[in-house]
């Protein structure tokens, strides 16, 4: 079926690609124009939105010669159902999967509280990719894990001056930092329209820009959601060395008791 263009939605986080190839829309622009037929993009549409998850270069194309629809393949499903479709497209028709595209999907997909924790294999199998690939990922990410980690030394006494736990205090803390991250949000929202509409470009470079913006925005916050499991990590790990360490202390003083 054919889709009205202003009835897509572009800036969901269903864009599998780290960015998209200009020359190659321009190169689709120029073939639709002299009738070439292309496969239908694939949406997926919750009733309310109708999420693009592959056919990017094909929709841009689409506004480039100011086409008003662009036809398409719907299947019904949620914002979720379309991000999981948008890892394993293209690895088998359109512009090749780049090895930074490979890895953006599986960052996705590893991060989604969906699949936080599943196999090699099974995360392969929804990106559409080889397990050693998605190991490889998760070498990357052990060996910076590794790298950030503090002396356990530093740790006992960070652990030694911690305050103690006030529950009331904390989800405070939580409220504080949810209402903070939401107008943070906000306030990106609008700097990047700011920035868009001030751009000395057509209106495709326009849409072409904020579909950017929005899809890198997105990918921060993956890399954010990933520095922060890393960080709870060695945190658990230094707080880890830091008890062990004591205990071995007291057992080292017991043991200087009993020499003596």
Same mark, same amino acid.
């Given at each position: 079926?054919?889709?009205?263009?202003?009835? =897509?939605?572009?800036?969901?986080?269903?864009?599998?690609?780290?960015?998209?190839? $200009?020359?190659?829309?321009?190169?689709?622009?120029d073939k639709m124009q002299r009738g070439k037929t292309f496969l239908p993009c694939i949406v997926v549409s919750d009733g309310k939105k109708n999420y693009l998850v592959d056919g990017f270069h094909r929709y841009?194309?689409?506004?480039? =010669?100011?086409?008003?629809? =662009?036809? *398409?393949?719907?299947?019904?499903?949620?914002?979720?159902?379309?991000?999981?479709?948008?890892?394993?497209?293209?690895?088998?028709?359109?512009?090749?999967?780049?090895?930074?595209?490979?890895?953006?999907?599986?960052?996705?997909?590893?991060?989604?509280?969906?699949?936080?924790? $599943?196999?090699?294999?099974?995360?392969?199998?929804? *990106?559409?990719?080889?397990?050693?690939?998605?190991?490889?990922?998760? $070498?990357?990410?052990?060996?910076?894990?590794?790298? =950030?980690?503090?002396?356990?030394?530093?740790?006992?006494?960070?652990?030694?001056?911690?305050?103690?736990?006030?529950?009331?205090?904390?989800?405070?803390?939580?409220?504080?930092? /949810?209402?903070?991250?939401?107008? $943070?949000?906000?306030?990106?929202?609008?700097?990047?329209?700011? /920035?868009?509409?001030?751009?000395?470009?057509?209106?495709?470079?326009?849409?072409?820009?904020?579909?950017?913006i929005k899809d890198l925005r997105a990918q921060i916050r993956v890399l954010e959601i990933e520095l922060k499991t890393v960080?709870? +990590?060695?945190? +658990?790990?230094?707080?880890?060395?830091?008890?062990?360490?004591?205990?071995?202390?007291?057992?080292?003083?017991?043991?200087?008791?009993?020499?003596?």
């Amino acid at each position: 079926m054919h889709l009205s263009l202003d009835k =897509i939605t572009i800036d969901a986080g269903t864009q599998g690609r780290v960015k998209l190839d $200009k020359r190659v829309i321009e190169d689709y622009a120029d073939k639709m124009q002299r009738g070439k037929t292309f496969l239908p993009c694939i949406v997926v549409s919750d009733g309310k939105k109708n999420y693009l998850v592959d056919g990017f270069h094909r929709y841009f194309a689409a506004r480039k =010669i100011k086409s008003p629809s =662009i036809d *398409c393949d719907v299947i019904e499903g949620t914002l979720q159902t379309a991000r999981e479709k948008s890892w394993s497209v293209n690895d088998a028709h359109g512009l090749q999967r780049s090895r930074a595209d490979k890895r953006k999907i599986v960052l996705m997909a590893i991060n989604d509280d969906n699949h936080r924790g $599943k196999s090699d294999r099974e995360i392969a199998a929804l *990106c559409s990719i080889s397990h050693t690939f998605v190991q490889n990922v998760r $070498k990357e990410l052990k060996e910076v894990a590794e790298n =950030i980690s503090q002396p356990p030394v530093a740790v006992e006494q960070e652990v030694a001056t911690l305050p103690p736990e006030d529950e009331e205090g904390d989800v405070f803390q939580e409220e504080m930092e /949810a209402t903070i991250e939401l107008l $943070k949000a906000e306030n990106e929202a609008l700097s990047d329209k700011l /920035a868009v509409a001030s751009m000395d470009a057509d209106d495709l470079d326009k849409a072409m820009a904020e579909s950017t913006i929005k899809d890198l925005r997105a990918q921060i916050r993956v890399l954010e959601i990933e520095l922060k499991t890393v960080t709870e +990590s060695r945190d +658990s790990f230094q707080r880890e060395n830091a008890q062990l360490m004591k205990q071995v202390n007291s057992l080292t003083n017991k043991l200087k008791k009993l020499q003596a």
